[in-house]
């Protein structure tokens, strides 16, 4: 069974989150924690490969090979954010050639206008809903593995309201969507009303764990109590990361520059290694030694 028919299984036995993952290291971690999926965020994306927000800056080949990195060191299902297909029917085509091409078993497509902006910042434009069926489609008509998941989201909650995103991805949902994702709901009785209203068109429902301030703070037990099949936890091993290394960085320089400073927040060397599979490398290499 290949990683995309795996991630349908999951969603056979719900709920379930798909941890962030913006790089190797996270990614391997992510599965060494017991994610049953990994997620590559486009805004993560953005920050590691350009140091930049979320605003639309990479190119589809750099989102690409970002995603190739994390699918080469991990064997669990990877759900990768593919923004809002960059460009039109035939970019949209390509993309989905793309992250099937790096490994990836779900993509997200998004219906803002270009350049997008995350879904959780202010200013956001939306495409037409018939726009956004037109490039569902000619994804669907592009995939290659038939087990490819491909997620519709709507960004319209925050432009033109809920019940706008409600109707965008029900038609969303008419022309094949094998997933339904209505981005940064605002309280929870909207995302009752989103699942009362979407639930019963059979598509699992997608929810955004991220701690952005827009949508509630909810475990995954509390969203699959709302109707909810799995969850994204997007961008806090990210954040985590930055909170971490930015007090070491600043531990460091005010204490003299010494390492005796920050020994207690560094992983030892040894178990590093370990991590990164030293010992079956050098067992690998002494095989064409002998």
Not at 87 to 100: D, K, N, P, Y
Not at 173 to 189: N, R, W
Request: aromatic share 8%; hydrophobic share 45%; with cysteine.
């Amino acid at each position: 069974m290949n990683r995309s028919a795996r991630f349908r299984e999951l969603l056979k036995k719900p709920p379930f989150v798909c941890m962030g993952a913006h790089d190797a290291v996270t990614a391997k971690l992510a599965e060494q924690a017991g994610a049953p999926a990994i997620y590559v965020s486009g805004f993560a994306a953005s920050a590691i490969v350009a140091g930049e927000p979320d605003f639309g800056v990479l190119t589809q080949t750099e989102m690409f090979e970002h995603i190739r990195r994390i699918c080469r060191v991990t064997s669990v299902p990877v759900f990768a954010d593919a923004d809002t297909g960059y460009g039109g029917v035939l970019e949209a085509q390509r993309t989905i050639a793309l992250w099937e091409e790096a490994g990836a078993s779900v993509l997200h497509l998004e219906d803002q206008a270009m350049p997008k902006k995350c879904g959780h910042f202010a200013g956001k434009e939306l495409v037409s809903p018939e726009e956004m069926r037109q490039k569902l489609r000619a994804m669907l008509a592009a995939r290659r593995d038939p087990d490819f998941f491909i997620v519709a989201r709507t960004d319209a909650v925050a432009v033109t309201g809920l019940d706008d995103a409600i109707k965008r991805l029900q038609s969303y949902a008419e022309v094949g969507a094998d997933g339904l994702y209505v981005d940064a709901p605002e309280s929870i009785d909207q995302l009752r009303e989103i699942s009362r209203r979407l639930k019963p068109l059979g598509k699992p429902l997608l929810f955004n764990m991220a701690r952005s301030g827009k949508s509630p703070y909810l475990s995954l037990k509390e969203v699959h109590e709302l109707g909810f099949d799995y969850a994204l936890c997007p961008i806090e091993p990210l954040l985590a990361m930055h909170k971490a290394v930015k007090e070491m960085m600043e531990i460091f320089m005010r204490e003299g520059c010494s390492t005796n400073a920050i020994a207690d927040r560094l992983t030892p060397f040894d178990e590093f290694n370990r991590f990164v599979g030293l010992p079956e490398v050098v067992a690998r290499q002494k095989r064409f030694e002998s």
